[in-house]
């Protein structure tokens, strides 16, 4: 019934359209309907439902825009890109522009020199051909020496397959690991929903493993390894495990000594290690530092032959927030040559990720350096930004500890706070009679009465009988006012009339 109200179905006479199509629900891929993502789900639909009621009747709602604090896309929320990144994609798409007299004054001179340094790493200088299926192999040394220089330890460009952003490499792994409903993956709970989408598509088995909630999202062993015993015990083959670092929807960055246990463990259980690193650059607080499985791995003194292990990055995040431009890359570790083979068989059938996203993968991983005339610019570009993300993160977690019966642990880093709400009876209740579950219904009162879009604690997952939602810290500084404001009053009203 709610869906109707977002897409009416077709009349009555236009359903019967549809019945002689070939393709209907009862004979798509089960997969696909198996498969669900929230973070673009029904409350996101409603929200742009409602974008366009303010667009067609100004004043129709009691707000006067929609602020989407579903999703993880900075650039959306008026975040600038950095200056360097996109002039060398300018001048590396057109080329001619580095022939121009007047270009000296208008691009850095390291802009050029990247530009010029790329461009000759392409073969006939051509952005608008198809590259090598695990891309452009200069920009994957320039990606592997900037591996190196942050973790100390060496890197292969052969190990690096460049993707259309982390998701496609996500994918790819999946669809190497997961031959049936045997096959199982471990994943956290709550999780960034890419990962039960494609374990799901792929017809595989998600085995979840509970983050601790009471000690900041912590990852006990102990859990996993309960979980992983479960599992076999129904006959499933747990290939993988999955861990988000700094975690989405989560936020917490783990502690170094949690990642050896977290290594330790998969090299006994024989696990592949799927590192989701995409939030490296995002860590707020000064008590926790990013570390690389990689790098953990390797300061352990486990190779290639003791450990599998793919660490993904994306050039969506950080500082640099480009979502749209669609780059990122996996570094495959651990896999025998037969198997590297399989991996780049499956890569070549996409036959390659996009230029641009390449280029700026590898300029993400190898940026401006002390001495270069962007140096300076640049890293007060990216001071601000992860400055400003900081104190969102701290104004928005304060907040919600604010409200009654919200709990909220810090986000340490990433982009996102994911509060506890504890619904009074009544609201459980009016949920039900609603036929949503409890946090779905409680982010739709929320976005009909603000304007304010986030995520059920539905969509990621959570332990039974609790409740959350996902907020982004992303809605440009000076609207955070607004938008506590608004969530408070809110959540007042909410509470007047459901509590007791
Ligand atoms: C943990 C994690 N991994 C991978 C991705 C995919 O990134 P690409 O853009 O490189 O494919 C995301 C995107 N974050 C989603 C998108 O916005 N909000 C989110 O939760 C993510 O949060």
């Given at each position: 019934?709610?869906?109707?109200?977002?897409?009416?179905?077709?009349?009555?006479?236009?359903?019967?359209?549809?019945?002689?199509?070939?393709?209907?629900?009862?004979?798509?891929?089960?997969?696909?309907?198996?498969?669900?993502?929230?973070?673009?789900?029904?409350?996101?639909?409603?929200?742009?439902?409602l974008q366009q009621d303010l667009k067609e009747n100004p004043g129709s709602h009691p707000f006067d825009e929609i602020l989407y604090c579903n999703i993880g896309n900075p650039q959306s929320l008026a975040q600038q890109p950095v200056t360097f990144f996109r002039e060398v994609l300018a001048l590396c798409d057109h080329p001619l522009i580095l022939d121009k007299s007047e270009t000296q004054g208008l691009f850095s001179a390291d802009s050029i020199e990247?530009?010029?340094?790329?461009?000759?790493?392409?073969?006939?200088?051509?952005?608008?051909?198809?590259?090598?299926?695990?891309?452009?192999?200069?920009?994957?040394?320039?990606?592997?020496?900037?591996?190196?220089?942050?973790?100390?330890?060496?890197a292969d460009p052969n190990d690096i397959f460049l993707t259309d952003g982390a998701s496609p490499a996500v994918h790819m792994m999946m669809q190497l690991l997961i031959g049936s409903e045997n096959d199982g993956i471990l994943c956290p709970i709550p999780q960034y929903p890419l990962?039960?989408?494609?374990?799901?598509?792929?017809?595989?088995?998600?085995?979840?493993?509970?983050?601790?909630?009471e000690t900041g999202w912590g990852l006990e062993v102990s859990e996993l390894e309960n979980q992983l015993k479960t599992a076999k015990s129904k006959g499933i083959n747990v290939r993988a495990l999955v861990v988000i670092n700094p975690g989405n929807p989560t936020g917490q960055v783990l502690a170094e000594a949690n990642q050896r246990e977290i290594v330790e463990f998969c090299k006994k259980e024989g696990l592949v290690l799927l590192a989701d690193e995409v939030y490296q650059e995002n860590v707020y607080v000064p008590e926790k530092q990013f570390h690389s499985f990689k790098k953990v791995a390797r300061s352990m003194g486990f190779g290639e032959k003791d450990i599998s292990l793919v660490s993904f990055q994306s050039v969506s995040k950080g500082f640099y927030g480009e979502c749209g431009k669609r780059g990122g890359y996996m570094e495959v570790t651990g896999f025998s040559p037969e198997i590297r083979e399989q991996i780049y068989k499956v890569a070549s059938v996409n036959l390659c990720s996009n230029i641009s996203g390449q280029i700026l993968a590898s300029l993400v991983m190898s940026p401006p350096k002390v001495g270069d005339e962007s140096y300076e610019s640049f890293a007060a570009e990216k001071e601000g930004i992860l400055s400003s993300l900081a104190r969102r993160a701290k104004t928005l977690e304060d907040a919600f500890n604010n409200l009654e019966g919200v709990t909220c642990n810090k986000a340490e880093g990433a982009m996102y706070l994911f509060p506890r709400i504890n619904l009074p009876g009544k609201a459980i209740k009016a949920a039900e009679e609603a036929k949503t579950a409890p946090d779905a219904f409680y982010a739709r009162r929320l976005l009909n009465a603000t304007g304010i879009v986030v995520v059920p604690g539905s969509g990621f997952g959570q332990r039974p009988g609790t409740w959350h939602f996902r907020c982004t810290i992303l809605p440009q500084e000076e609207k955070i006012p607004a938008v506590v404001s608004r969530l408070t009053e809110f959540h007042k009203q909410f509470m007047d009339e459901f509590r007791g």
């Open positions: 019934r709610f869906l109707s109200t977002l897409h009416p179905s077709p009349s009555d006479s236009m359903a019967s359209d549809y019945s002689s199509t070939p393709v209907t629900l009862n004979n798509v891929n089960p997969k696909v309907l198996k498969c669900e993502y929230a973070v673009r789900g029904e409350i996101v639909n409603l929200a742009q439902k990247r530009a010029f340094q790329i461009l000759d790493q392409i073969p006939g200088r051509a952005t608008g051909a198809y590259s090598h299926s695990q891309g452009i192999k200069g920009l994957r040394d320039t990606i592997a020496s900037g591996i190196e220089a942050r973790d100390g330890f060496p990962y039960s989408a494609s374990i799901a598509l792929h017809g595989g088995t998600l085995v979840p493993y509970y983050l601790d909630e």
